[in-house]
């Protein structure tokens, strides 16, 4: 009898859920950020287009969209569309740094049954989380939660972005949550967008995947991991989940000019499959691309397959893979078998790896590996990783100062930058 997640592998007619970035546009300037978000795209879905789309989604019997960005609520029609959506029976779930979750807002939200948010932390203490997400953005994030907690809404998500300077306050962001009626959802750094000339600063070293494996067994289902960890099941036993790479089989991508990809974490023209503006619209994408039935055909393995723990992890994250310069059908650069590690020591020129395809940085310069080109992403008031006895090369990302509000030049910009 096949299982459920075996299924899935060859796709569905329509995806379970689908990422949806409504606009680039953002008030902070995360070094991580997988869209390399800060400015609007002028070519943005229109209201009329968006509804369009969610009309589409309906008839498809999408469950839910989860609506990011960027900063999603910025966009001027953005509670109008959450609001069509709902009564269109399509669930939203969307991410917010939690700049305009103020008291009034919160009681909206806590009145819609079809509505989930998640509030974006990625430090238990502001020492740590502002230092990656920008100055006062943690005083922002509880602030909206306090406003959440009032306001009566219960089990909205604290959604964290696993980094080595974070893992030892796993057991913090857990008490957070629960000091505030959340519910802990934990998902893992990619080297997409800027996340990618970061990547090698931030993400976890070896013991800590096993720390954080650990931990994730211990705590069951209490935590939400959106099957971000599938490749740590190689230590042994599969984390809850489908534990499986859902591109173009049960996920997708929109962003903000109707662009589809086939994973959410590589916005790169490799995984272009369609744009709903064509003709057909998303159901054709979905449903035709040539991409997406690509991946939906029987995988080999490669290198991967005669591991004992393939049929667990199965060979890992297909973005994680693409933007260290590791192949497709190999190891994930994270294996927790050390096969990953082996493949990026032979890279021959990482200059050469792969680059997202788009940035909508604030006055961003791209960051080089080679370290002559710095980006200026804005303060970093202090080093969390020397906090914590972690030393990373972090000069690299930091500006030595240069302020963060720069969208005053940006004409396209419907907000006000916040002051957080």
Same mark, same amino acid.
């Given at each position: *009898?096949?299982?459920?997640?075996?299924?899935?592998?060859?796709?569905?007619?329509?995806?379970?859920?689908?990422?949806?970035?409504?606009?680039?546009?953002?008030?902070?300037?995360?070094?991580?950020?997988?869209?390399?978000?800060?400015?609007?795209?002028?070519?943005?879905?229109?209201? @009329?287009?968006?509804?369009?789309?969610?009309?589409?989604?309906?008839?498809?019997?999408?469950?839910?969209?989860?609506?990011?960005?960027?900063?999603?609520?910025?966009?001027?029609?953005?509670?109008?569309?959450?609001?069509?959506?709902?009564?269109?029976?399509?669930?939203?779930?969307?991410?917010?740094?939690?700049?305009?979750?103020?008291?009034?807002?919160?009681?909206?939200?806590?009145?819609?049954?079809?509505? /989930?948010?998640?509030?974006?932390?990625?430090?238990?203490?502001?020492?740590?989380?502002?230092?990656?997400?920008?100055?006062?953005?943690?005083?922002?994030?509880?602030?909206?939660?306090?406003?959440?907690?009032?306001?009566? *809404?219960?089990?909205?998500?604290?959604?964290?972005?696993?980094?080595?300077?974070?893992?030892?306050?796993?057991?913090?962001?857990?008490?957070?949550?629960?000091?505030?009626?959340?519910?802990?959802?934990?998902?893992?750094?990619?080297?997409?967008?800027?996340?990618?000339?970061?990547?090698?600063?931030?993400?976890?070293?070896?013991?800590?995947?096993?720390?954080?494996?650990?931990?994730?067994?211990?705590?069951?289902?209490?935590?939400?991991?959106?099957?971000?960890?599938?490749?740590?099941?190689?230590?042994?036993?599969?984390?809850?989940?489908?534990?499986?790479?859902?591109?173009?089989?049960?996920?997708?991508?929109?962003?903000?000019?109707?662009?589809?990809?086939?994973?959410?974490?590589?916005?790169?023209?490799?995984?272009?499959?369609?744009?709903?503006?064509? @003709?057909?619209?998303?159901?054709?994408?979905?449903?035709?691309?040539?991409?997406?039935?690509?991946?939906?055909?029987?995988?080999?393995?490669?290198?991967?397959?005669?591991?004992?723990?393939? /049929?667990?992890?199965?060979?890992?994250? *297909?973005?994680?893979?693409?933007?260290?310069?590791?192949?497709?059908?190999?190891?994930?650069?994270?294996?927790?078998?050390?096969?990953?590690?082996?493949?990026?020591?032979?890279?021959?020129?990482?200059?050469?790896?792969?680059?997202?395809?788009?940035?909508?940085?604030?006055?961003?310069?791209?960051?080089?590996?080679?370290?002559?080109?710095?980006?200026?992403?804005?303060?970093?008031?202090?080093?969390?990783?020397?906090?914590? /006895?972690?030393?990373?090369?972090?000069?690299?990302?930091?500006?030595?100062? *240069?302020?963060?509000?720069?969208?005053?030049?940006?004409?396209?910009?419907?907000?006000?930058?916040?002051?957080?």
């Amino acid at each position: *009898m096949s299982r459920l997640v075996d299924l899935f592998e060859y796709g569905l007619d329509a995806p379970i859920c689908l990422t949806w970035e409504l606009t680039y546009a953002c008030n902070l300037s995360c070094v991580h950020c997988l869209s390399s978000s800060g400015r609007r795209d002028p070519r943005e879905l229109t209201t @009329e287009e968006c509804k369009a789309v969610i009309d589409e989604l309906e008839r498809m019997q999408v469950f839910y969209v989860n609506i990011g960005g960027g900063e999603p609520t910025v966009r001027s029609d953005f509670w109008e569309l959450v609001d069509y959506a709902t009564s269109h029976h399509v669930g939203v779930k969307f991410s917010t740094n939690g700049v305009k979750i103020t008291p009034e807002v919160a009681e909206r939200l806590a009145r819609n049954d079809y509505l /989930d948010i998640q509030i974006s932390l990625d430090g238990a203490t502001p020492e740590v989380n502002d230092w990656v997400r920008g100055p006062g953005s943690y005083d922002t994030a509880i602030r909206a939660m306090e406003n959440l907690q009032a306001a009566g *809404m219960r089990n909205f998500k604290l959604s964290v972005v696993c980094t080595r300077q974070n893992i030892p306050q796993l057991d913090e962001f857990k008490a957070i949550a629960d000091r505030y009626g959340a519910q802990l959802r934990l998902t893992r750094l990619r080297p997409s967008g800027r996340g990618a000339d970061v990547w090698d600063e931030l993400h976890p070293l070896p013991e800590q995947q096993r720390i954080l494996y650990d931990w994730l067994v211990a705590h069951g289902d209490g935590v939400l991991t959106g099957d971000s960890f599938f490749h740590l099941s190689a230590f042994g036993q599969a984390l809850p989940g489908l534990n499986l790479c859902g591109a173009g089989r049960v996920v997708c991508l929109i962003d903000p000019i109707g662009d589809v990809y086939a994973c959410p974490f590589a916005i790169h023209e490799e995984f272009l499959a369609g744009n709903v503006r064509g @003709e057909g619209g998303f159901q054709r994408v979905w449903q035709g691309s040539e991409l997406f039935q690509r991946l939906r055909s029987p995988q080999s393995g490669g290198a991967c397959s005669s591991c004992k723990f393939y /049929d667990t992890c199965k060979g890992g994250c *297909m973005a994680a893979k693409f933007f260290t310069g590791l192949p497709l059908d190999g190891p994930d650069p994270e294996c927790v078998q050390g096969y990953g590690e082996e493949l990026l020591a032979a890279r021959d020129d990482d200059a050469s790896h792969p680059r997202p395809g788009q940035d909508h940085s604030h006055r961003t310069i791209r960051y080089s590996k080679s370290g002559k080109v710095p980006v200026r992403l804005g303060t970093r008031p202090i080093d969390p990783a020397a906090a914590l /006895d972690i030393k990373p090369n972090l000069a690299r990302i930091s500006n030595g100062g *240069m302020p963060v509000n720069d969208l005053q030049d940006d004409p396209l910009a419907d907000f006000a930058p916040s002051r957080v």
